[in-house]
T-cell receptor, first 113, second 115 residues
Framework: QQQVKQSPQSLIVQKGGIPIINCAYENTAFDYFPWYQQFPGKGPALLIAIRPDVSEKKEGRFTISFNKSAKQFSLHIMDSQPGDSATYFCAASDSNSGYALNFGKGTSLLVTP | KAGVTQTPRYLIKTRGQQVTLSCSPISGHRSVSWYQQTPGQGLQFLFEYFSETQRNKGNFPGRFSGRQFSNSRSEMNVSTLELGDSALYLC??????????????FGEGSRLTVL
């Protein structure tokens, strides 16, 4: 079964808007939560990642918010640009599983000019 | 620095055949993971190899297998192909830490179509 649930499936925002993508998980052993960005014809690339000892992490225009008690985390893209149009995947793993990431099903983001 | 290289990029097979996909990791990376990507199931973990040993395996049937060579290059094999095996197969390499996890660097994938 899907261990990480991601929503929405697709999202359209205007340039400058702030798209928000949400993910939820059940396994409390998860301790690593990355977000990957994928452009058509390319493999996913790491965007930003967070561990459960912090509630928020910012890297440039990308911010992860993490709510450990609710077992939810989200990605916010500030001042979105047409070049941000891509598919975004959240994921989770635990230390014992190494690189066996459990991915959400992805969100297709379109940023219109 | 060259990225993760996967070959072939595209291939078409028929049901019952087998296929071998190849992956060359980033120089210096000793861990190689494989993922299957489909529109319906998304990205699913197949297996991870480190120092020629399988470290983790996902929930896939035994028809899916892999191996890693001493130069860290990896191959995965799917035998007795089924229509449902049509997918993009992604290889990812990483600098494996003793414990925990870290960034995966993905290749562009091998797109397999089973007819």
């Amino acid at each position: 079964q899907q261990q990480v649930k991601q929503s929405p499936q697709s999202l359209i925002v205007q340039k400058g808007g702030i798209p928000i993508i949400n993910c939820a998980y059940e396994n409390t052993a998860f301790d690593y939560f990355p977000w990957y960005q994928q452009f058509p014809g390319k493999g996913p690339a790491l965007l930003i990642a967070i561990r459960p000892d912090v509630s928020e992490k910012k890297e440039g225009r990308f911010t992860i918010s993490f709510n450990k008690s609710a077992k939810q985390f989200s990605l916010h893209i500030m001042d979105s640009q047409p070049g941000d149009s891509a598919t975004y995947f959240c994921a989770a793993s635990d230390s014992n599983s190494g690189y066996a990431l459990n991915f959400g099903k992805g969100t297709s983001l379109l940023v219109t000019p | 620095k060259a990225g993760v290289t996967q070959t072939p990029r595209y291939l078409i097979k028929t049901r019952g055949q087998q296929v071998t996909l190849s992956c060359s990791p980033i120089s210096g990376h000793r861990s190689v993971s494989w993922y299957q990507q489909t529109p319906g199931q998304g990205l699913q973990f197949l297996f991870e190899y480190f120092s020629e040993t399988q470290r983790n395996k996902g929930n896939f049937p035994g028809r899916f297998s892999g191996r890693q060579f001493s130069n860290s290059r990896s191959e995965m094999n799917v035998s007795t192909l089924e229509l449902g095996d049509s997918a993009l197969y992604l290889c990812a390499s990483s600098l494996r830490l003793i414990s925990g996890t870290g960034e995966l660097f993905f290749g562009e994938g091998s797109r397999l179509t089973v007819l």
